[in-house]
């Protein structure tokens, strides 16, 4: 939402399901938003989640951020395959610690995100 030539604002929610009777604090993470033809280690944006405490069914909202767009050309490959598609993907990476006690547990996510989209 609301792009400038150096910067996009974003909302996230997302549902993270730890088991019953399981606390986690999970740190903070930044997500790389890339392309698959770029990868990971060439995002187009980052985000970066706050630390959350997660117990049971944990809903994370994020709303009205602002990022940095890294890479214009990537950005607008990405928006260009999302604009009137009826469905598109949206590929993120981030690693992070999770905190169960003093257990701790380094977490990374890969992973392709399919959306749909509104065809025009």
């Not at 019953?20 to 060439?42: C, E, F, H, I, R």
């Not at 970066?48 to 709303?63: D, W």
């Not at 999770?98 to 065809?119: D, H, M, Q, R, Y």
Request: glycine share 6%; no cysteine.
């Amino acid at each position: 939402m609301n792009p400038t030539p150096t910067s996009v604002e974003y909302s996230l929610v997302a549902s993270l399901k730890v088991p019953a009777g399981v606390t986690v604090d999970l740190k903070p993470m930044t997500l790389s938003l890339y392309t698959q033809d770029t990868g990971p280690k060439n995002p187009y944006i980052q985000v970066t989640l706050p630390e959350y405490h997660l117990k049971g069914a944990t809903t994370v909202t994020i709303t009205n951020e602002t990022a940095t767009i890294l890479d214009e050309p990537q950005f607008e490959r990405f928006l260009a395959s999302a604009r009137g598609a009826e469905n598109f993907t949206i590929s993120a990476y981030g690693a992070t610690n999770a905190f169960l006690g003093v257990l701790k547990e380094s977490i990374t996510l890969k992973k392709n995100v399919p959306l749909n989209g509104e065809s025009l």
